[in-house]
C-alpha cells in the first residue's frame, strides 16, 4: 500500500516520528508521500524522505491556505526543491474557500503558477479543493492537457464534482472521510464511480482519523498505519476484493508518482 497524502512533519509526530514508520511498514505500508503545504514544510519534507530513500517521498508546495506568503522568490524555492530526486509532485496546491486563511484572489494566482511550474517540470499536480469547486475548474482545465499526471486529494464532493474531476482525467485520493457514519455516507456511495486506475488512498494523517477503528483508540491523531482499514472500507464500499483493491491503488500510485 501506498499512502500518498502524510503530513509528517507535523508537530503531533515530533515524539515518535520513527516509530510512525516502523508501525507503518509493520501493517504493510511500503510507500508514503509526505506532503509540503509551504515552503518551510516543503523543506522538511524533502530532507525527512532523503533519510527514508525507497519508503519516503515528498510533494514541494505551497497550500491555499498559505498564499498569503507567496512573493517573487517562492516560485524559485519551489523550483529548486521540486528538482531533488525525493520531490515527485507539486503541491499540495489548489483553492480553499471554506476557510479563507489567504485571500481569494491570491489563491487563484499562487495555485495557477505552481500549475505552471509543474507543467514547465512535468511533474504531477497533488492537489486541494475545499468549497471551490466551479474555480478550481476553471483555473485546472486550461493547464490539464500540460500536465503529465493531477490528484485531486482528500475528495468528499459532490457525484457531480466527481463527475467533473473525472472528465478532466484527474485521479482521486480517498481518505478515512469514507469511514464517517455521519459526514461519509454520500462519499460511500460515490467512490464505486472512481476507475481502478484513477483511486488512490491516503490517510491525510495526522488528520481524518477514521471513526470506526475496530480497537479502543486514544487521542485523534491518524497515522499510515491505519491506511489498510481505510483501504478495506473502500473495497467494501465498491464491492471489490480488499487484496484486489490495494494491488491495483498500489499499482496505479506508483505510476502516477514514478515511484
Known amino acids: 500500500m501506498i499512502d500518498i497524502g502524510v503530513n509528517l512533519t507535523n508537530g503531533q509526530f515530533d515524539d515518535d516520528r520513527d516509530d510512525v514508520l516502523v508501525r507503518a511498514k509493520a501493517a504493510g505500508v511500503s510507500s508514503l508521500v509526505l506532503t509540503g503545504t509551504d515552503l518551510a514544510e516543503s523543506l522538511a519534507v524533502a530532507d525527512y524522505a532523503a533519510s527514508q530513500p525507497g519508503f ?50 491570491q489563491q487563484d494566482t499562487v495555485f495557477e503558477a505552481q500549475l505552471a511550474l509543474a507543467a514547465e517540470l512535468q511533474l504531477p499536480v497533488f492537489m486541494h479543493c475545499r468549497d471551490a469547486h466551479q474555480r478550481f475548474m476553471d483555473i485546472l482545465a486550461p493547464w490539464r492537457d500540460k500536465l503529465p ?37 454520500e462519499l460511500q456511495q460515490l467512490v464505486s464511480l472512481i476507475p481502478g486506475n484513477r483511486l488512490m488512498i491516503e490517510t491525510d494523517s495526522p488528520y481524518l482519523l477514521p471513526r470506526d477503528l475496530p480497537f479502543k483508540h486514544h487521542g485523534r491523531r491518524n497515522e499510515p498505519a491505519y491506511l489498510p482499514h481505510i483501504a478495506h472500507r473502500i473495497a ?20 502516477f508518482f514514478r515511484i
Not at 160 to 177: F, N, P, V
Not at 236 to 255: M, N, V
Open 236 to 255: 467494501a464500499c465498491r464491492g471489490e476484493h480488499p487484496d484486489l483493491l490495494i494491488a491495483e491503488t498500489t499499482a496505479t500510485s506508483r505510476a
Open 56 to 105: 519516503c517521498y515528498a510533494t514541494a508546495g505551497i497550500h491555499p491556505h498559505d498564499a498569503k506568503t507567496f512573493d517573487e522568490h517562492s516560485l524559485n524555492r519551489l523550483r529548486e526543491l521540486a528538482l531533488r530526486p525525493e520531490v515527485v509532485a507539486i503541491g499540495e496546491c489548489g483553492l480553499d474557500y471554506n476557510r479563507d486563511f489567504s485571500p481569494r484572489p
Open 149 to 185: 499526471a493531477a490528484v485531486l486529494h482528500c475528495f468528499t464532493g459532490s457525484e457531480a464534482e466527481l463527475r467533473d474531476c473525472l472528465a478532466l482525467d484527474l485521479h482521486m485520493g480517498i481518505t478515512g472521510w469514507i469511514c464517517d457514519e455521519r459526514r461519509g455516507q
